[in-house]
């Protein structure tokens, strides 16, 4: 199994809704990742999980909280989100904690109402 | 402040022709450089990788050339084909470890004419 799955596909939300943003892996890495993506622009950083633990965190508003329940898990959860968070949502996964040869899912895209 | 960039932001190429995409880098201190592939409605799909320790890398299809002297990375198709149109990234990545840290450039679109 060489994906990394992503869920949901789509997501609309409103400012003051609560929802959670899934990612899985079974590939063993051992490093995962939440990047953002607004349209026509390179993904951006916004957190890193090394061996299951919050190694990096790029200033990203407390409205967007990640978790790492186990090794294969990711999630992203986010409250009282605002419209310009609308974006699509990246979650990776590398073999080594050195962000190289990232393995990215499809994404969420999210809307933010 | 240091930069991961591309020359062009659209390239438009006839099917069958061979493709160059053109990426520049301001930090000398990269030691790790991967182009990646995004479709439509797709995440970025990693398409080959160099260290600064070479200066060329072959795959199917596709080559990777490294100038270490004028900061330049390039990725070559050939053969392109129209499967082959997706935005492409350039990226770069500083220091080693847990404090590596891995910059995008801006993206190219690359469209293949039938």
């Known amino acids: 199994d060489t994906e990394v799955t992503q869920t949901p596909k789509h997501l609309v939300m409103g400012m003051t809704n609560k929802k959670s943003l899934k990612c899985e892996q079974h590939?063993?890495?051992?490093?995962m990742y939440w990047y953002k993506q607004k349209a026509k622009k390179p993904p951006e950083l916004m957190f890193v999980?090394?061996?299951?633990?919050?190694?990096i965190n790029e200033s990203v508003p407390s409205r967007f909280s990640p978790e790492c329940p186990n090794s294969s898990l990711l999630n992203l959860h986010l409250h009282a989100l605002q419209p310009e968070d609308s974006a699509l949502y990246l979650c990776?996964?590398?073999?080594?904690?050195?962000?190289?040869?990232?393995?990215f899912g499809s994404g969420t895209q999210l809307s933010v109402l | 402040g240091e930069s991961v960039g591309l020359h062009l932001p659209t390239l438009s190429v006839q099917e069958g022709d061979n493709s160059i995409i053109n990426c520049a880098y301001s930090?000398?201190?990269?030691?790790?450089f991967i182009w990646y592939k995004q479709e439509s409605g797709k995440g970025p799909q990693f398409i080959i990788d160099?260290?600064?320790?070479?200066d060329k890398r072959q795959g199917q299809r596709v080559t990777v050339l490294l100038n270490k002297t004028v900061k330049h990375l390039s990725l070559q198709i050939a053969a392109t084909q129209p499967g082959d149109s997706a935005v492409y990234f350039c990226?770069?990545?500083?220091?080693?470890?847990?404090?590596?840290?891995?910059?995008f450039g801006k993206g190219i679109t690359l469209s293949v004419r039938p």
């Open positions: 990776a996964s590398s073999p080594r904690t050195s962000q190289e040869k990232l393995f």
């Open positions: 590939m063993g890495h051992r490093a």
């Open positions: 999980y090394s061996y299951e633990k919050l190694s």
């Open positions: 930090n000398s201190a990269s030691d790790y």
């Open positions: 160099i260290r600064s320790n070479m």
């Open positions: 990226a770069e990545n500083t220091g080693g470890g847990a404090n590596s840290k891995l910059t």
